[in-house]
């Protein structure tokens, strides 16, 4: 028979889940249209609410926090380059288990929900561009020019995909490289000035 205590870690644990889900799927995910990092967002999220729960101190889960984004920070420069935009929902999906841990396990019912519901309603506003004068969409394409798919080259990179598309390009990532074709899959990431229809 589980005790109290273990029910409402299992109960914390479904609720963390729940939100860190809803942020995925329904904010972060119908913007990218991409696996790349879904398993790691949630396999971050769950680990950590686990970590967090074997600490039954406030004030041991608080420096056992800290102490996960210390190792976050070092964990960030020696893996491969991860685009700022993934790496806040990354930052977003190990700081919502910690506070949902503190608060599950100090028995701040009210406050749990409400920074839940306040933290997924900023997200999707930030994502959905409300309040922001540009928007920021994504296409794939696929690119022939090979030769300017280099760091030196960037801005005569952008500034090419910007006269062929007329788009006001400020990102390309580079999916897939073929050299027997001479062609590269990625994306572009593009501002649209609110009341422009979205190509």
């Known amino acids: 028979m589980l005790s ?4 409402i870690f299992i109960l914390g644990f479904f609720i963390n ?4 889900f809803i942020i995925i799927r329904f904010v972060y995910y119908p913007r990218q249209s991409q696996h790349t990092y879904l398993f790691t967002f949630l396999a971050f999220n769950t680990v950590i609410y686990f970590i967090m729960g074997l600490f039954t101190s406030v004030e041991l889960s608080i420096g056992a926090g800290f102490g996960l984004f210390a190792l976050f920070s070092v964990l960030r420069y020696r893996t491969e380059t991860v685009p700022i935009h993934e790496m806040t929902y990354l930052f977003l999906m190990v700081a919502l288990p910690v506070l949902n841990s ?44 090979i ?9 005569e990179l952008l500034a090419d995909i910007r006269e062929r598309t007329g788009l006001n390009v400020v990102r390309f990532e580079i999916d897939k490289i073929n050299y027997l074709r001479d062609t ?15 190509t």
């Open 147 to 155: 030769d300017l798919v280099h760091q030196d080259n960037k801005e």
């Open 184 to 198: 590269v899959n990625g994306r572009i990431f593009y501002l649209e000035e609110s009341g422009r229809r979205k």
């Open 17 to 20: 889940l729940l939100f860190a």
């Open 4 to 7: 109290d205590t273990n029910l």
């Open 102 to 145: 503190i608060l599950i396990s100090s028995s701040q019912y009210e406050e749990l929900i409400l920074t839940n519901v306040l933290i997924t309603g900023v997200i999707w506003a930030l994502e959905n561009g409300w309040g922001f004068t540009n928007r920021m969409h994504s296409k794939e394409i696929v690119y022939e020019k």
